[in-house]
C-alpha cells in the first residue's frame, strides 16, 4: 500500500476541517448554504485520495442542493469529472479517455494542417468510428452494474443526472429548498439517484412537487442521453461540434446562437447580432472562429474568443440555409434560398465568387478542409452539384434527387451521402455513378451527420426520433428516442462516440451512441404505431380515478389515476384539440379540428352527435354548464358556438365579439361567461342572452387561458407572455400579476380553497403560486411543454408535448390551505333526457353525494333575503355576508375534507 504524501496529508487536514462544518449555517432550513465547504471539500478529498469520503460527498443530494442554490452547478459537474479521472476504478477507462482525445487533437491539427496548405487531404489522420456496444455487451454491462454498483458506477449515474438537471437545479436550487431530492425523486425510481431521494422523507416537505410513486421512471444504468442542452427559448436550427469534441455550437429560432462546453453542459458564451432565426452554423477547428447563415439573409463571422460579431456579411438576396468553412477559418461558403453559393475570403470579407447552377434555394453546403472544393444541395429542384472552388466550376451535376436535405462528402472527396425525404443515397463525385442504399423505405429525414472516417450516420426525423446507420452494411446499429419535435439538425463526433441533435422542441440533447442502453428497432410501421404524440388535453374523471387524455394522433387514453398505466385507448381518425367530460360523467365532448364538436359515449366513443358551430380553424376553447345542459366552444374564427346538449342542437350565439375569443369561462353558477379576445378586450356577459354586462381593456398579453374560482367570485387569465392576472370579477378589474415564466400559459387552475394557483406554460415549467402574497411555492421543471393539466385533490396530471402524461403529488396542506369551495347542482342526464336530483361533487376526492338538508335550505333562505331573480347571476348579485354563512360549512361523506358549500344551486 503506498504511504501518503505530506501534501495528500495537508489535503486529507482540510478535508476533516470542512467536514465538520455545518452544511447550511441554518440548518433545517437549508437556504444558506456553507459557501467554503461546498467549493473545498470535495477538491480537497479528492487531492488527498479519500475516494469514499469524496464519493459520499459528491453523491449527496443535500451536498447537490447545497452547491446548486449558491449557483455553482456547473463547477459541481467538474467535480464528478476531475474525482472520476482520479479514482482507481476508472483508471482503465480514463486511459482509453486519453488516447481517444488525443486522436481527436490530432485530427483537428491537420485539418488546419491541410487549410494551410502543409498537409495533403489524403494524408489526414482520421479517427476511426468506435463500434456501438451489441446489446448482450450492454445488458451484460447493465446487469453488473446493477448486481456491484462501484464508487465509479455511482458518480456516472449522478453525473447523468446532473447533465440532465444542471440548468435547471441553477435557476431553481436557490429559491427553493430540496429542490435537488425533489428532481432526483422524479429521475429514477431506483439506481444511485432514485435511492438517494427515496431515502429522504420526502412528504415531510410539502413544497415539493413529485412523481407519483408508481409512476417513477425505471433506472437505466446506460441511460442514452448523457445531458440536456436548455438554454435556446425557440427552436432549436442547426449545431455543430468542434473537430476535437470540446464545444458545440447551437443556433436558434431566438435568433442566438450558444457555444457549448460537452463536459459540462454549461452555456459559455451566448452569440448576438442576427434579426431572424440561425438557419446554419460552422466552426473552424482550432475552435476560435464561427460563421453562421440566418433568414435575415446575412451571414456572420464570430470571434469565439470574445463571443462578439467580426463582420455581418450582405452577399444574399433571401434565407441563408446552409454555410461550410475551411478549418483554418480563412474562407467561408454558403448557400441560400436566392439559388446561389457565395464563397468567400474571411481575412479581407470580400466575396471570391458567386456561383450559379441549381434553379431552386440551397438547402445543403460543404467544403473541403482546405477550400478548394464543394458540394452544394437545394431540396426543391432535387439538384447536387460537386464544385471546383479554384475554378469556380461545376465538375459533376446531379438531377432528379427530390427532396434533398443534405450532402457530406467522404473524408477523400470522392464519394458523398444524399440524404432525402425518401432515402439515403451515395453518389460517386468522379465516376457519377448514384446508388440507393434504403429502397423501399419511407424514412422522412431532415437532418444528417457522417462521423470522420464515412463508417456511421445520424439521421434526424421528423417523426422526432433518429436513427444510427451502419454505411458498411446499411442496418440501423441504433435508434435514439427524446425530443419532443422535428429534429432540424444533427451533429456527431467524428469519432462517432456522441452526438448532439437539435429540435424544434427548443432542445439540443447529447447523446451517448456506443455504450448507451437504447432500441435498436427499425420497422417504421410500428414505431409509428408505437408513437403517443403530443398531448393535446386530458381530464379526470372523478368518479372513476381515470384520466382520459387525446394525443394530436387521434387517440384517447383512458389512464389510471394511482397508477398511470393505460386501462383503454380508442383510435380515432382525427384529434380531439379540446375535450371535456360531461357533468353526468357519461359523455366525452370533444372539439376538432374544422370547427365542430362531438358528443362521444364515454368508454366506447360511439359517436352521438356531431356539432358544426364554426366554419373554419380549430377547437381552440371549450366548456360545458356546471348543469350540463349548454356548452360553449370558441375556434379561429370570430363567432362563439353555443350548443343545447339536451335537443342537441347548435344554438344562436347572441353574443357577437369585436375580434376572435382566445380564451373563456363560465361561472359556475352558470349564469355568465368571461372571455378575453385578441384584440385584448374583456367581457362579462349573460350565457342565455349574450347581452354585455361589462367590458374593458385587458392585459397587453394576449390570454391564452382563463380558469373561474369555484365560488365565481375571480378569475386568473394565463397570458402568452408568460403572466397569470388575477381578475376580480364584481368590480371587473385585475388585482394581481405573478410573473415567473417566461412563456405561453398554457393551463391555469385554481385549487378548490381559492388560495393558490397552478400554472403550466411551454417553457416546461409548473408553478403553483400563493394569490395572497404573490410568491412562488413550488416549481417543477420537465422535459417538454406543458400542454394541459388537471387537479384532483392532491394529485395533479400534466400532459406533455412529447406525449407523457405526469402523475405528480403534493403535499395535502399546501393544495388545501382552507376549505374547499363545493356547488350544488341539478345536472342534466343526457341518457335519460332529465335533470338528476341535487348533488354536490367533494373537490378533494370526486365523490358525489346528496348535500345535506341544512345547507340546502340555507341557501334557499339566503336567495330568498337577496330577492334574487332566476336569471340573476349569485356569483355577481348576492351579498359578501352570505358567502360566509356558518350553516354553508359541512363535510364530505367519504373523505371528511372540509367544504364549504357555494350560497347558490347552480
Known amino acids: 500500500m503506498t504511504m501518503p504524501s505530506a501534501k495528500q496529508k495537508y489535503h486529507s487536514c482540510l478535508a476533516n476541517y470542512f467536514t465538520g462544518k455545518p452544511l447550511f449555517s441554518d440548518g433545517d432550513l437549508r437556504k444558506e448554504p456553507n459557501i467554503r465547504k461546498c467549493v473545498e471539500l470535495p477538491w480537497q478529498q479528492t487531492r488527498a485520495g479519500m475516494w469514499d469520503e469524496a464519493t459520499n460527498t459528491l453523491c449527496g443530494l443535500d451536498f447537490i442542493q447545497a452547491k446548486s442554490a449558491i449557483e455553482r452547478t456547473y463547477d459541481l459537474i467538474r467535480d464528478f469529472n476531475d474525482l472520476l479521472k482520479s479514482i482507481p476504478d476508472n483508471q482503465t477507462a480514463n486511459d482509453r479517455e486519453i488516447a481517444k482525445q488525443a486522436g481527436l487533437d490530432k485530427y483537428a491539427l491537420d485539418l488546419i494542417y491541410c487549410a494551410k496548405g502543409r498537409l495533403n487531404i489524403c494524408d489526414i489522420d482520421i479517427p476511426e468510428s468506435t463500434r456501438p456496444w451489441t446489446e448482450d455487451q450492454i445488458e451484460k454491462e447493465i446487469l453488473r452494474t446493477k448486481n456491484e454498483t462501484n464508487r465509479s458506477d455511482r458518480l456516472k449515474d449522478f453525473l447523468t443526472f446532473l447533465g440532465k438537471e444542471a440548468g435547471n437545479l441553477q435557476h431553481c436550487a436557490k429559491e427553493i429548498s430540496f429542490f435537488a431530492h425533489q428532481q432526483a425523486w422524479n429521475y429514477a425510481a431506483e439506481g444511485p439517484v432514485g435511492n438517494s431521494a427515496g431515502s429522504v422523507k420526502l412528504e415531510e416537505y410539502p413544497h415539493l412537487i413529485l412523481r407519483a410513486n408508481d409512476t417513477r421512471f425505471d433506472w437505466i444504468p446506460r441511460p442514452q442521453i448523457l445531458k440536456a442542452l436548455n438554454g435556446h427559448v425557440d427552436k432549436a436550427k442547426s449545431i455543430t461540434i468542434s473537430a476535437d469534441s470540446k464545444v458545440a455550437l447551437t443556433g436558434s429560432s431566438d435568433k442566438s446562437c450558444i457555444l457549448w462546453d460537452l463536459d459540462t453542459g454549461e452555456a459559455l458564451k451566448t452569440l448576438q447580432g442576427h434579426t431572424a432565426e440561425v438557419l446554419s452554423i460552422a466552426i473552424t477547428a482550432d475552435r476560435k472562429m464561427a460563421y453562421s447563415g440566418s433568414n435575415d439573409h446575412t451571414c456572420i463571422q464570430w470571434d469565439l474568443t470574445t463571443g462578439r460579431p467580426l463582420r455581418i456579411y450582405q452577399g444574399h438576396e433571401s434565407w441563408v440555409w446552409a454555410v461550410a468553412i475551411t478549418a483554418d477559418g480563412s474562407k467561408a461558403f454558403s448557400g441560400s434560398e436566392d439559388k446561389t453559393c ?68 467522404a473524408p477523400d472527396w470522392k464519394k458523398a451521402l444524399i440524404g432525402t425525404r425518401a432515402g439515403l443515397f451515395v453518389w460517386d463525385l468522379l465516376g457519377g455513378e448514384i446508388i440507393e442504399k434504403t429502397k423501399g423505405l419511407v424514412l422522412n429525414y431532415k437532418s444528417l451527420a457522417v462521423t470522420a472516417d464515412f463508417k456511421m450516420a445520424l439521421c434526424g426525423s421528423y417523426d422526432n426520433i433518429c436513427d444510427l446507420w451502419d454505411l458498411d452494411s446499411w442496418q440501423v446499429l441504433k435508434t435514439l428516442t427524446g425530443h419532443a419535435g422535428f429534429v432540424n439538425s444533427v451533429a456527431i463526433t467524428p469519432n462517432g462516440e456522441k452526438a448532439i441533435t437539435a429540435s424544434e422542441d427548443r432542445t439540443c440533447l447529447l447523446w451517448d451512441i456506443t455504450t448507451s442502453k437504447g432500441s435498436n428497432k427499425f420497422n417504421l410501421d410500428e414505431r409509428r404505431k408505437d408513437r403517443s404524440g403530443m398531448v393535446l388535453d386530458l381530464k379526470i374523471d372523478e368518479g372513476e380515478d381515470v384520466v382520459v387524455a387525446t394525443s394530436v394522433f387521434g387517440t384517447r387514453s383512458f389512464l389510471d389515476l394511482k397508477t398511470g398505466q393505460a386501462i383503454k385507448k380508442v383510435h380515432r381518425p382525427y384529434a380531439d384539440w379540446k375535450i371535456l367530460l360531461t357533468p353526468d360523467r357519461k359523455m366525452l365532448l370533444s372539439g376538432e379540428i374544422g370547427g365542430s364538436c362531438a358528443l362521444d359515449e364515454l368508454w366506447s366513443g360511439k359517436r352521438i352527435k356531431e356539432f358544426v358551430g364554426h366554419y373554419r380553424g380549430r377547437i381552440s376553447a371549450l366548456a360545458i354548464a356546471p348543469n350540463g345542459k349548454l356548452a360553449m366552444s370558441v375556434a379561429n374564427d370570430i ?74 367570485r375571480f378569475a386568473m387569465a394565463g397570458c402568452e ?20 415564466q417566461s412563456d405561453h400559459i398554457s393551463s391555469v387552475i385554481l385549487t378548490p380553497d381559492c388560495k393558490l394557483v397552478l400554472s403550466g406554460s411551454f417553457n416546461n415549467c409548473l408553478i403553483i403560486w400563493d394569490i395572497a402574497t404573490g410568491r412562488k411555492i ?49 345536472i342534466w342526464d343526457l341518457e335519460l333526457g332529465q335533470f338528476q336530483d341535487h348533488s354536490a361533487d367533494c373537490p378533494i376526492c370526486g365523490h358525489r353525494f346528496v348535500p345535506p338538508a341544512t345547507v340546502m335550505t340555507t341557501i ?44 347558490f344551486i347552480a
Open 342 to 409: 457565395v464563397l468567400r475570403d474571411l481575412t479581407t470579407g470580400e466575396i471570391i465568387s458567386r456561383l450559379y447552377g441549381h434553379d431552386s434555394g440551397i438547402q445543403s453546403v460543404a467544403m473541403s478542409p482546405d477550400g478548394s472544393m464543394a458540394l452544394s444541395a437545394s431540396f426543391m429542384d432535387g439538384t447536387c452539384i460537386f464544385w471546383d472552388l479554384t475554378t469556380s466550376k461545376a465538375l459533376k451535376t446531379l438531377k432528379g434527387k427530390q427532396g434533398v436535405q443534405s450532402i457530406l462528402p
Open 639 to 712: 363567432d362563439c358556438a353555443i350548443y343545447d346538449l339536451g335537443s342537441k342542437e347548435v344554438l344562436p350565439s347572441l353574443f357577437k365579439p369585436t375580434a376572435q375569443i382566445t380564451a373563456f369561462a363560465i361561472s359556475p353558477d352558470g349564469k355568465v361567461v368571461l372571455s378575453a379576445s385578441l384584440d385584448k378586450m374583456w367581457f362579462l356577459w349573460e350565457l342565455s342572452t349574450g347581452k354585455v354586462i361589462k367590458s374593458t381593456r385587458g392585459p397587453n398579453s394576449t390570454v391564452s387561458s382563463i380558469a373561474m374560482s369555484p365560488d365565481g
Open 721 to 740: 407572455d408568460g403572466a397569470c392576472i388575477l381578475w376580480e370579477i364584481a368590480t371587473f378589474r385585475e388585482t394581481k400579476v405573478l410573473e415567473g
Open 778 to 826: 413550488s416549481e417543477l421543471i420537465v422535459s417538454s411543454k406543458i400542454q394541459a393539466m388537471s387537479l384532483l385533490g392532491n394529485t395533479i396530471v400534466a400532459g406533455c408535448e412529447s406525449g407523457e402524461v405526469l402523475f405528480l403529488n403534493s403535499g395535502m396542506n399546501k393544495l388545501r390551505q382552507g376549505p374547499a369551495i363545493a356547488s350544488v347542482r341539478k
Open 860 to 903: 334557499e333562505e339566503l336567495r330568498a333575503n337577496a330577492a334574487l331573480s332566476p336569471e340573476q347571476s349569485a356569483c355577481l348579485e348576492l351579498p359578501v355576508e352570505a358567502w360566509e354563512d356558518a350553516f354553508l360549512i359541512d363535510k364530505c361523506p367519504k373523505c371528511s375534507a372540509a367544504l364549504r358549500f357555494n350560497p
